[in-house]
T-cell receptor, first 113, second 114 residues
């Protein structure tokens, strides 16, 4: 079955450490996205990528980095520069940005301990 | 700039009744898409309904329908014959045809009571 997979479901990080969240899709989608969800804040865009080897900052990119070396994969690294990383992170993909609905992964809950 | 506003943080409806969730948005572009997404306790985002701005006819998907008022920049979601499984967070979202990603409202938490 086609879909979008995020791993791990839960992730714990010590302060000062970088951590990478995985996002893989087998839907042959060109565009991929990372959103952050906080209580009462809705979903806020961190980074997006419309094609391989290209990505753009979203509204809250500071303290995060991404790569898009393969069409199927769009990992997100939460760096030590992110001051408040505890949140729920959602990855999404779509056929082409602006034209079709986005499909979402099941999310990763990141907690800083 | 674009903003999506959901003015109802929480709503409650009795089973089998009808409820309407509000959404307003602001954009300077004429071509865009509007969406309602549902996020149940599992936190999996599920598309409920989609509306193309160039279409005057309101979208309908089974018990879900929208009231799209382009001039007023309003996009409300009506859920008819509410079921316990409809309990979830509902997010309104906008995406420009020329844009790059969905812009979400802050969500409305819907409680369905027996």
């Amino acid at each position: 079955d086609g879909g979008i997979t995020q791993s791990p479901k839960y992730l714990f990080r010590k302060e000062g450490q970088n951590v990478t969240l995985s996002c893989e899709q087998n839907l042959n989608h060109d565009a991929m996205y990372w959103y952050r969800q906080d209580p009462g804040q809705g979903l806020r865009l961190i980074y997006y990528s419309q094609i391989v080897n290209d990505f753009q900052k979203g509204d809250i990119a500071e303290g995060y980095s991404v790569s898009r070396e393969k069409k199927e994969s769009f990992p997100l690294t939460v760096t030590s520069a992110q001051k408040n990383p505890t949140a729920f992170y959602l990855c999404a993909s779509s056929t082409y940005a602006g034209l079709t609905e986005a499909f979402f992964g099941q999310g990763t809950r990141l907690t800083v301990v | 700039a674009q903003t999506v506003t959901q003015s109802q943080p929480e709503m409650s409806v009795q089973e089998a009744e009808t409820v309407t969730l509000s959404c307003t948005y602001d954009t300077s572009e004429s071509d865009y898409y509007l969406f309602w997404y549902k996020q149940p306790p599992s936190r999996q985002m599920i598309l409920v309904i989609r509306q193309e701005a160039y279409k005057q006819q309101n979208a309908t998907e089974n018990r879900f329908s929208v009231n799209f008022q382009k001039a007023a920049k309003s996009f409300s979601l009506k859920i008819s014959d509410s079921q316990l499984g409809d309990a979830a967070m509902y997010f309104c979202a906008l995406e420009h045809v020329s844009g790059y990603a969905l812009n979400f409202g802050k969500g409305t938490s819907l409680l369905v009571t027996p």
